[in-house]
């Protein structure tokens, strides 16, 4: 038998080298090369299936599978496909196995679910369902890492949903290297891809994060699969975030709230309520807009507070919009809204902890600033969007008319839009008020 080579895997972007260097030659990053180990010989390839044509194909083309929340099926797209493959991530303890347990015995009462974990023992997750509630005797259980041994017994009890928990904890035998590793990582993600594909098994993917927030392993984990799930959590919030940045088999973007009880999660039907703190928004330095997330309208209230500097460096501070946005923002309103804020402390605040990162927020927060240093409150009632250029022009963003109505289901009676967004036909109960300009807006704002 021949020897065992050695190479060294980058572990950003899985690139391999033949002999180990201070930087990636692919991706540039430093100190990322690691020694493993190359089996000699490669297992003997599986029969390859044979090709098909359009019309031998399943009449049942856009059948999905209902997860059991609306939140969750919404992410992803609006159902379980069969032979997707959901890889979901997030921070320890967020909630992860949580979610997918629940998810599991709500899909085995029509589906055959074969739950695999590497993490943690059969009584461990036996105790989790009776904490939440949950009884399901068609829910297969396993406790293994070994990769091929869960495929096997996935597809000997005629399983047609897989869930790993996770894939860092399992190992292909077809590597020596030790589980978690890059090559194990690109390995046993290839295999479980193949196999729900050949299959036409649902495969949920639990991975882990790096500090940084993203999936632990090369980048090239996320392309292989087709969607990715990403929990958004804030420790002072009840609330759990659920965001979809890939997707094969819907819009990527899509955001769908929980709340985590005694009993598990807890789909929230009306995501804008716990967005705004009150139902009528009447405070200096306060407006309330409409975000774009996904496929719906989400009423999102948004806070600035301007004070009196206390050092010769002015703060300027955002949580929920981006950081360089808010500069861009008070040069603006001191070069065209006759406005200067530069000895003051300004700080701008997305309520709820939900992050936008649309340029819609940007005349609503623009709105919020001059509001707390005037110390005077906007329009009661008053729900605003636009982009604003450098020029000082209110620029029109997309789905003016959804915001609209949305705003308008929510009791909202005047809106400041820009002028291109204004509907020809306006929803009842609310004005619709268009601006070009940023002075414009502040002259109609209060």
């Known amino acids: 038998m021949a020897k065992a080579k050695t190479a060294y895997v980058c572990k950003e972007c899985g690139a391999h080298s033949v002999k180990w260097a201070g930087q990636c030659p692919d991706c540039a990053a430093w100190n990322t090369l690691t020694q493993t180990r190359i089996a000699a010989s490669r297992p003997a390839r599986e029969s390859s299936p044979a090709p098909a044509s359009l019309d031998s194909l399943p009449e049942d083309l856009a059948h999905r599978h209902t997860s059991g929340f609306g939140e ?41 679910v074969f739950y ?25 259980l396993l406790a293994d890492t070994s990769l091929e041994h869960v495929l096997e017994q996935c597809a000997s009890c005629g399983a047609q949903v897989l869930v790993i ?35 036409e098994v649902s495969v949920f993917v639990i991975g882990h994060v790096t500090k940084e927030g993203a999936i632990a392993g090369p980048r090239v984990v996320e392309h292989m699969v087709d969607t990715v799930l990403y929990f958004e959590s804030d420790p002072a919030s009840r609330y759990t975030l659920i965001r979809s940045v890939k997707n094969r088999f819907g819009a990527s973007g899509e955001m769908g709230v929980f709340a985590m009880t005694e009993t598990g999660f807890r789909q929230v039907s009306n995501p804008s309520a716990i967005f705004l703190s009150r139902d009528s928004v009447a405070e200096p330095g ?6 774009w997330e996904g496929s719906r309208a989400l009423l999102v209230e948004i806070q600035a507070l301007v004070a009196d500097g206390s050092t010769a460096h002015p703060k300027r501070l955002a949580t929920g919009i981006d950081q360089n946005r808010l500069a861009l923002l008070l040069a603006v309103l001191q ?26 927020v940007d005349l609503p ?10 110390d005077r409150p906007c329009l009661e009632r008053l729900v605003s969007f636009g982009e604003i250029g450098l020029a000082g022009e209110i620029r029109p963003v997309r789905f003016g008319e959804e915001r609209i109505a949305a705003a308008a289901k929510q009791g909202f009676t005047h809106a400041l839009v820009p002028r291109a967004n204004v509907p020809k036909k306006i929803p009842e109960g609310i004005q619709v ?12 704002a209060f």
């Not at 069969?82 to 196995?97: E, I, R, T």
């Not at 070069?335 to 709820?352: A, M, Q, W």
Request: hydrophobic fraction near 40%; charged fraction near 20%.
């Open 72 to 112: 969750f099926d919404r992410v992803l797209g609006g159902g379980l496909v069969p032979g997707a493959v959901v890889l979901l991530g997030g921070d320890p303890g967020v909630g992860k196995s949580t979610l997918l347990q629940q998810v599991s015995a709500n899909l085995s009462g029509e589906l055959a």
């Open 116 to 140: 695999a974990t590497g993490e943690e023992s059969l009584r461990q997750i036996g105790q989790r369902s009776q904490r939440l509630g949950l009884s399901s005797s068609d829910l297969k």
């Open 165 to 199: 928990d996770s894939i860092q904890t399992m190992a292909s035998m077809n590597l020596p290297s030790a589980p978690g590793s890059v090559a194990q990582l690109r390995e046993c993600v290839g295999r479980v891809v193949q196999y729900a594909k050949q299959t």
């Open 286 to 291: 306060s407006v309330v807009t409409v975000a």
């Open 335 to 360: 070069r065209h809204g006759g406005l200067s804020l530069g000895p003051e402390d300004v700080f701008v605040n997305v309520v709820g902890g939900l992050r936008i990162t649309e340029t819609a």
């Open 365 to 374: 927060a623009l709105l919020a600033i001059v509001s707390s240093f005037r």
């Open 433 to 444: 008020m268009g601006v070009r300009r940023v002075s414009d807006a502040l002259d109609r």
